[in-house]
């Protein structure tokens, strides 16, 4: 089993447990009720008596249940622990502590119960309680554990148990029941103040001055990017989107290696702003199009000018950063390719030595693009397919038909890139791969979770079965010295209770915090620098670094063991714990966050600062 | 207080039910875009657990028995339980985000829950209605 699905097991777990106590609780009060004689009428007692004996029955069964569930928490969490300490913290500080005073209050008095003592009432509920804090803690604010978790919870069960007392139990004397309420109400009140008091300290201010960037000589490939609402059609339906130059996707820009590219935006009619990322491609600070970062979003009627050499080549896309979850997903984004220097910039469609496909992959409302196109390839033709993953999820691609290589992932090409057959890729959000092979005389189909998008010919759907390529093992590795760190940064990864202003949310959060309250990472120039990346999540993130490519040093432990990955998105899965290193070599203020748009925007955004 | 309770929990049932419509409002938009479940996901998120919170407030000021403000307690927890269930449901998708047959057991849970949510509040709003009106023996005696 995965360390992810340990992780959701293990909540499962934890709810069962809980769920257990509770209901055992319940039970065993409608049977202290009936003994009492409240809701039984006196014809049915005998009837009654054998009920309340069932019922009893059934609360010990829960009970016992709810037991078997803690001991099986246990496991995970020493499975949890093992990989790695960040998974488990408040499982062992909080959750802990917390199961064992629940078996030590319930535990004997259930026993008691058995041997015919009173039905414990309020120590069952008193179990449940805790184990339901246990697992509100671990979704809530899991990572790092705070003081706060702590005494909300211990206080939050200390106070329902003592509200249940009163309800349900016999009423303790005045001057005994004093005493736990002032400790309750001083616990959580504490608890409470150290939740306002333990809020990070805003981040950075988000204007800094500019870093010095080289002048860009005279541009030698000249775009202009018109940004308004349209109505485009795709898979045969009319949809409202947000387009570049009235088409989803925007125009492909292509350059050459040594181009100087000018992109003139303008915005007509959206409401928001846009800005151009040019998402992996690693641009000078000023030109990265991170709107309230390294410029201002460009508003209905005005325009920006972004102008950069293009000196790396590769498929690589560009999108709008501004409010980006709701602007890539309605239309705001292209292709951007650069060819290497000593070809000739060449429409993707003209066919010179071979042929080269763009394949930006993209959920618009519902449908998805792009629609399947239907090709011809001479047996023989070298093919270059240029997959992006333009969406915020990952996607499922399987050529069909023939055999490829991944020839470079996210611009970079990798080393000795090994022949697969009948493997499937999963490109992460953001992410791009380009996919080479000799087209043979029978049909290839390229296929997106299962859809064709790009064929040769009729072609069958690959089986979901067919494995999937790990890029940490394939291609050829280099013999490459790792570079020391001169700083390093571990970048939890969850969900958490945050007050966005004074409104809370169940953000998207980074070591506890969620933007804009996450601090900073500051570095050195020219420092060589390690991420460890945790996630202690549910969801995939796919992380995104701006302005960098990272090196994959290793994951959950293992040394990545084929061709070096210089990767700008990889997806982070429930339970990896990914090292990747970088040279601090792009100076200037770059986010660093979550390509699930949706979980950026909740959040899961940071800030890489060097001058 | 004892009528606000009633109110209150007769609103939650109706809401309820309307929860259901909405989850097949949810199933059956063409194309399962965006915001499929939107209606479905505010009313269990914000709507629902704000009338379950309301439900106990008022059991507790109509000073209904500790039997009573249990039981009303019951629905805020099984709708905790169930945004629990759809996060873990999405969590054992596979690695595309497909659903697994152990994501689709686990969102079976998800309609399993909700049934038995309904049930309680059948039972809170019976219990409800039970309550004693106050003022009622006074009115006896008068007439």
């Not at chain 1, 057959?421 to 299962?450: E, M, Q, S």
């Not at chain 1, 790792?482 to 007050?499: C, Q």
Request: aromatic share 6%.
């Amino acid at each position: 089993m995965t360390t992810g699905s340990i992780i959701a097991l293990d909540i499962v777990i934890a709810v069962l447990a809980a769920a257990s106590w509770l209901a055992a609780g319940a039970t065993a009060a409608t049977t202290a009720l009936s003994a009492a004689g409240v809701s039984e009428p006196a014809d049915t007692a005998d009837h009654g008596r054998a009920g309340t004996a069932s019922r009893r029955r059934l609360a010990i069964g829960l009970a016992v249940v709810a037991v078997i569930a803690i001991l099986a928490r246990v496991v995970t969490t020493i499975v949890l622990i093992r990989a790695g300490w960040w998974f488990a913290a408040e499982k062992v500080l909080i959750a802990g502590p917390l199961a064992l005073a629940a078996l030590l209050v319930a535990g004997p008095r259930v026993v008691r119960w058995v041997k015919g003592g009173r039905p414990p009432v309020v120590a069952l509920l008193f179990a449940g309680y805790a184990q339901t804090a246990a697992v509100l803690v671990t979704v809530l604010h899991g990572y790092p554990v705070s003081s706060a978790a702590v005494l909300l919870a211990f206080g939050g069960v200390g106070g329902a148990t003592m509200v249940t007392w009163r309800l349900a139990g016999p009423p303790p004397g005045r001057a005994v029941s004093r005493a736990p309420v002032v400790v309750t109400v001083a616990v959580i009140t504490a608890g409470l103040v150290l939740v306002v008091a333990q809020r990070p300290a805003p981040a950075v201010p988000h204007a800094h001055g500019s870093v010095a960037e080289p002048a860009v000589a005279e541009p030698t490939r000249r775009f202009t990017l018109t940004a308004g609402t349209a109505t485009v059609r795709a898979d045969g339906r009319e949809i409202e989107a947000w387009a570049f130059n009235g088409q989803v996707p925007g125009p492909p820009l292509t350059a050459t290696v040594g181009d100087v590219l000018e992109v003139t935006l303008r915005n007509r009619d959206i409401d928001r702003g846009v800005t151009l990322h040019w998402h992996g491609y690693d641009v000078p600070n000023s030109q990265d199009g991170v709107p309230g970062v390294t410029q201002a979003a460009v508003l209905p009627g005005e325009e920006f000018v972004y102008r950069f050499q293009a000196d790396q080549a590769g498929t690589y896309w560009y999108h709008t950063h501004a409010v980006s979850d709701i602007g890539v997903r309605k239309g705001l984004y292209g292709a951007l390719v650069v060819q290497p220097s000593g070809t000739q910039v060449r429409d993707p469609a003209a066919r010179g030595t071979g042929i080269e496909v763009i394949v930006p992959v993209h959920t618009l409302d519902g449908r998805s693009l792009p629609e399947a196109v239907e090709d011809t390839a001479d047996a023989g033709t070298p093919v270059r397919l240029r997959l992006i993953n333009t969406d915020s999820t990952t996607h499922r691609y399987a050529l069909t038909g023939a055999a490829f290589r991944v020839a470079a992932v996210d611009g970079v090409d990798l080393n000795r890139p090994s022949a697969l057959l009948n493997t499937a890729v999963l490109i992460p959000a953001g992410g791009r791969y380009d996919l080479t092979f000799t087209a043979p005389a029978t049909p290839v189909g390229l296929f997106v979770d299962g859809r064709v998008v790009w064929s040769t010919g009729p072609v069958a759907v690959p089986p979901q079965a067919w494995p999937v390529l790990d890029l940490l093992t394939y291609g050829g590795s280099v013999p490459n010295p790792l570079p020391r760190a001169d700083r390093e940064f571990t970048l939890v990864l969850d969900r958490g209770l945050d007050m966005h202003g004074f409104l809370p949310r169940y953000a998207h959060t980074v070591n506890g915090a969620a933007d804009p309250d996450i601090a900073p990472q500051v570095v050195r120039s020219g420092e060589s620098v390690v991420f460890t990346i945790v996630n202690r999540s549910l969801v995939v993130h796919p992380w995104h670094l701006h302005g960098h490519h990272v090196l994959v040093l290793s994951r959950d432990g293992e040394r990545a063991r084929g061709s070096p990955l210089l990767l700008d998105s990889f997806d982070v899965r429930p339970g990896e714990v990914w090292k990747v290193a970088f040279r601090a070599d792009n100076p200037g203020m770059w986010a660093n966050h979550c390509h699930n748009l949706a979980h950026a925007d909740q959040g899961m955004i940071l800030h890489l600062l060097y001058g | 207080m004892r009528k606000a309770l009633v109110v209150v929990t007769t609103v939650l049932l109706a809401v309820f039910v309307f929860q259901f419509v909405f989850a097949a409002v949810g199933a059956f938009t063409r194309p399962a875009g965006d915001g499929a479940y939107l209606l479905h996901s505010v009313t269990g998120m914000a709507i629902i657990p704000a009338l379950c919170v309301l439900t106990v407030l008022f059991a507790v000021l109509a000073r209904a028995p500790g039997r009573v403000v249990g039981m009303t307690v019951i629905p805020l927890g099984l709708v905790i339980l169930q945004a629990l269930i759809a996060m873990l449901a999405n969590s054992f998708t596979d690695a595309s985000g497909s659903s697994t047959t152990l994501s689709l057991i686990i969102g079976g849970l998800h309609a399993f829950n909700g049934i038995i949510a309904v049930h309680v509040v059948v039972g809170v709003l019976r219990e409800a209605q039970k309550l004693p009106v106050p003022g009622s023996v006074l009115t006896g005696t008068t007439t």
